[in-house]
């Protein structure tokens, strides 16, 4: 009976994780020197990796992947289809999957705010900025540099700003959901 409890508040969890990128992905806001949209996909998988276990994590960003590539208005803007995903700024997409693993793998145990940002500030953030610029380049032709500045240096600041708030709600949740009793 526990493990039917426990799975099914598993599943709920990255139900409402996706669906919290899933919406969150619609605030985009374009910007003129760059394709890539401004908008808070990367607070939402930041907030995923930290609350949600590595294995957990995968399946929310698969679906999520699957979402949108079937045709559901699920990336940037409330876009969608593999031609979003394969892409010009696709790598952000790929990004999503193995930053949100890799940050979930080295959050530790304790719900510490500075490990929480230090992760996702010296891992996710790095993951998410070198599969879009290696995309880039694959996708444009762009060398390196040019990919650099396309589409990640315009938005480094942002991602420090909601690594930070990303860290700051996790702390709170993860306390929150550990208080948790299903008696």
């Given at each position: 009976?526990?493990?039917?409890?426990?799975?099914?508040?598993?599943?709920?969890?990255?139900?409402?994780?996706?669906?919290?990128?899933?919406?969150?992905?619609?605030?985009?806001?374009?910007?003129?020197?760059?394709?890539?949209?401004?908008?808070?996909?990367?607070?939402?998988?930041?907030?995923?990796?930290?609350?949600?276990?590595?294995?957990q994590c995968a399946w929310a960003m698969v679906l999520y992947l699957f979402m949108g590539a079937i045709g559901l208005p699920v990336f940037s803007g409330g876009s969608a289809g593999?031609?979003?995903?394969?892409?010009?700024?696709?790598?952000?997409?790929?990004?999503?999957?193995?930053?949100?693993?890799?940050?979930?793998?080295?959050?530790?145990?304790?719900?510490?705010?500075?490990?929480?940002?230090?992760?996702?500030?010296?891992?996710?953030?790095?993951?998410?900025?070198?599969?879009?610029v290696i995309m880039m380049c694959i996708h444009n032709g762009f060398d390196i540099k040019a990919a650099f500045v396309s589409v990640s240096a315009p938005f480094i600041i942002g991602?420090?700003?909601?690594?930070?708030?990303?860290?700051?709600?996790?702390?709170?949740?993860?306390?929150?959901?550990?208080?948790?009793?299903?008696?």
């Open positions: 009976m526990k493990k039917d409890r426990d799975n099914i508040y598993s599943m709920t969890k990255i139900a409402l994780c996706v669906s919290l990128l899933g919406v969150i992905s619609y605030f985009a806001l374009p910007l003129p020197m760059t394709p890539v949209v401004l908008s808070f996909q990367t607070l939402a998988v930041g907030l995923i990796s930290l609350i949600l276990s590595p294995g593999l031609g979003k995903l394969l892409g010009p700024t696709g790598g952000y997409y790929f990004g999503f999957l193995v930053s949100a693993v890799v940050a979930s793998l080295l959050k530790g145990k304790d719900y510490n705010f500075k490990r929480y940002t230090a992760v996702m500030l010296a891992v996710a953030m790095p993951i998410q900025h070198i599969c879009a991602d420090v700003i909601k690594s930070i708030t990303a860290s700051l709600l996790a702390v709170a949740i993860n306390k929150a959901e550990s208080k948790r009793n299903f008696n």
